[in-house]
């Protein structure tokens, strides 16, 4: 994934605000009322024995080659490989293999089912030339065929100019990928208006990808034998796995904590963390804070997709809350550097009632010896925290290395006292009084290790050069 230096969309801020200052330097948490958010649709329901389905598929991966086959530094957790799908590599191939059944109100339906064999999940990467704005797209698998995803053919084209619109020209900015919906398959179905001809509908699917990490909470002789491991090492309080729902203190803030999934260009999907921030407006906008190193161009934003309340149900269990809730329409990237490893989205849908838009600390007044704290989904489990101070200024960076700097520095080193942060963390808030103050670039802190860090890209330094135009403007 590669880095940018920055980027900005909406510069309208520059012909008028250039010389502005931000209103505010610290805010508060704030709960998403149920006000605030907007009836969700109902479910879709199945169009059950009128779909001709053509189905397509891939053979298992060859494991050794497709973790062989992640060769970059990327602190960020891959848990996804792209695979070609020849039989609908063109448009051609894929107004072929759609075979369109009449509706009873004179609508056309015909879907494609990819079955990707070995998958815990499956992202299809429709690459659009051409869709209808009434046309209506949805996602589901033959293993849930009740469980139905739906978008318009204008919210598509609404997503896919967002990447135009950033400047961005190439195949992946004209591709949607579909919302993974946790099974090793997936069906693309559309339904066209009456009237529309088929023609009219110009889309190809050349790739997908492949979900191979499987996401899915342990069974409970699973959990039992990591309870046992974590037993033995009692001596070590670093556990790698400390349960956010354990921890009464955090109770607010971690619901402004998101697990997220996107892919990027090359087909390739990954998982990190990211983190809602409340603004100065309190108009409730969802901005999220997360790493350049995960987002850092429109086309991977649009791509993105958010579980929310991802956590045990109770202290230390495998079953996740009931109240759990997932967003995929995406992001629009406001801006990203890898100056401070940090990017700032707006979500294109609104996260669920309930929420916290969390408040931040840009004073630069962070010392040495500061008490701070991390939530964050660590490998991509159920939401954990970690505890520390703040040991060092520092100066990062591509490829993790991070050496002590001075108080003008752009990131600060956390050694940990309890807990730790792994692959899956990347991009998770920084906390310090209950406000956020850096997100996670990376670090070496590992279980059995107290002499390692984690790194984070300071909050101030970003929010005064540019963050404040969104959040205290």
């Not at 089912?113 to 209808?132: C, D, F, H, K, W």
């Not at 850092?296 to 579980?307: C, I, K, R, V, Y």
Request: net charge neutral; with cysteine.
């Amino acid at each position: 994934m590669r880095y940018s230096k920055y980027a900005v969309t909406g510069l309208l801020w520059m012909s008028g605000l250039a010389l502005a200052q931000p209103t505010a330097h610290l805010l508060d948490s704030v709960v998403l009322p149920a006000s605030a958010v907007q009836n969700a649709k109902n479910a879709p329901a199945p169009v059950n024995g009128l779909v001709h389905t053509h189905l397509v598929v891939l053979p298992a991966l060859e494991w050794e080659k497709t973790l062989s086959s992640d060769t970059t530094t990327n602190p960020a957790m891959r848990i996804g490989i792209a695979r070609t799908v020849d039989a609908t590599s063109s448009v051609a191939q894929t107004q072929a293999a759609l075979r369109w059944n009449a509706l009873p109100h004179g609508q056309h339906v015909a879907a494609i089912n990819i079955q990707s064999t070995g998958a815990y999940g499956l992202r299809a990467g429709v690459l659009v030339e051409r869709i209808p704005d009434a046309a209506q797209l949805r996602i589901y698998s033959q293993e849930h065929p009740d469980a139905i995803i739906e978008r318009s053919g204008a919210e598509i084209n609404a997503l896919l100019a967002l990447n135009r619109d950033a400047g961005e020209r190439d195949a992946a900015a004209n591709t949607w990928w579909t919302p993974n919906v946790g099974a090793g398959d997936t069906t693309v179905e559309v339904m066209l208006p009456a009237g529309t001809p088929a023609d009219a509908l110009r889309i190809s699917i050349p790739k997908i990808s492949h979900i191979y990490q499987n996401l899915s909470l342990p069974t409970e002789a699973e959990w039992l034998k990591v309870n046992q491991t974590q037993a033995s090492q009692a001596e070590n309080p670093a556990s790698c796995s400390l349960d956010a729902t354990c921890k009464d203190s955090y109770q607010i803030e971690r619901n402004a904590v998101a697990r997220m999934m996107f892919t990027v260009a090359d087909g390739n999907t990954y998982k990190c963390t990211g983190t809602l921030l409340n603004n100065v407006k309190g108009d409730y906008a969802p901005f999220f804070l997360t790493a350049n190193h995960c987002i850092s161009t429109q086309a991977e934003a649009s791509t993105l997709q958010t579980d929310w309340f991802y956590r045990s149900s109770s202290c230390n269990s495998t079953v996740p809350g009931a109240n759990g809730k997932t967003r995929s329409a995406g992001a629009t990237l406001l801006y990203a550097t890898d100056t401070t490893d940090s990017s700032l989205l707006r979500l294109n849908e609104m996260p669920p009632a309930g929420v916290t838009l969390a408040g931040w600390d840009a004073r630069s007044d962070v010392k040495k010896g500061d008490a701070v704290y991390g939530l964050h989904h660590a490998k991509a489990e159920l939401l954990k925290y970690s505890v520390g101070e703040i040991s060092d200024y520092s100066a990062c960076v591509w490829s993790l290395f991070c050496y002590p700097s001075d108080t003008n520095s752009d990131y600060y080193s956390v050694q940990w006292s309890e807990g730790t942060t792994e692959k899956g963390s990347s991009g998770s808030a920084l906390f310090r009084n209950d406000r956020v103050i850096g997100a996670l670039y990376g670090g070496n802190s590992t279980c059995n290790s107290r002499r390692g860090a984690s790194h984070y890209g300071r909050f101030d330094k970003v929010f005064n050069s540019h963050l404040w135009r969104w959040l205290a403007s």
